[in-house]
């Protein structure tokens, strides 16, 4: 595709369930980011990916927050028994590693609401 | 990673160009600076990058001076369009996978 995509654009779910988040880089990007944005804020970093591995997840914010990516293509992030303050805007982004400098392509982000 | 400082809000009319100053005073020795946009709804977008002196592409110029410790990210002849959040970035490149956002300066570009 010409962009990352992201799906679904926008989830509503009720607290206690379990959401997965689906993120389509660039084709030929080996790395991978997740980002959550909330409302007014600037955004946060969660997890990245470098292939189908993940050498840093320590901005996830709790073990109900996981990631993988498959294939060193597509990633799911997944968030298990939702909380109100789960709600936010999850960005993924992907790059082709360059030295000296790493422009991130982002997608158009999904739109939690966690009820 | 060094922490960045911008102002929250910039106010502009279309056709003048727009400075946005950005101060990062513990930027290391192999930290890029780097300019992103993002408009509502959408996911961020790299505008420019620079190391020091001056960048120039077809959106947008960055003016590094020699202590590296601010940036000037120049916008020519905003349009209404350039209504956005510009958010400023330093990191090395081959480390600093993880982008540290601020909370940007929200530009509102006026008729």
Same mark, same amino acid.
């Given at each position: 595709g010409a962009g990352v995509s992201q799906s679904p654009s926008n989830k509503v779910t009720e607290k206690g369930k379990d959401v997965e988040l689906r993120c389509d880089p660039i084709s030929g990007h080996t790395a991978l980011y997740w980002y959550r944005q909330s409302l007014g804020q600037g955004l946060e970093f969660l997890i990245y990916?470098?292939?189908n591995s993940a050498p840093d997840k320590s901005g996830l914010p709790s073990d109900r927050f996981s990631a993988e990516r498959t294939g060193g293509s597509v990633s799911t992030l997944t968030i298990q028994r939702t909380q109100q303050e789960d709600s936010a805007v999850y960005l993924c982004a992907s790059s082709s590693y360059l030295q000296g400098g790493n422009e991130q392509f982002f997608g158009p982000g999904t739109r939690l609401t966690v009820l | 990673l060094a922490k960045t400082t911008q102002p929250i809000s910039m106010? %502009? /009319?279309? +056709?003048q160009e727009v400075n946005i100053t950005c101060s990062h005073n513990n930027i290391a020795t192999n930290d890029y600076i780097?300019? /992103?946009q993002q408009f509502p709804s959408q996911g961020p977008r790299f505008i420019?990058? +620079?190391y020091k002196t001056k960048v120039t592409n077809e959106v947008a110029s960055l003016f590094i001076p020699a202590d590296r410790k601010s940036s000037t990210l120049s916008l020519p002849?905003? %349009?209404l369009s350039d209504t956005a959040v510009y958010y400023c970035l330093v990191g090395d490149g081959d480390s600093s996978y993880k982008l540290i956002f601020g909370s940007g300066t929200r530009l509102l570009v006026r008729p």
């Open positions: 990916f470098q292939g | 106010d %502009s /009319y279309e +056709g780097t300019w /992103y420019i990058q +620079g002849r905003v %349009s």
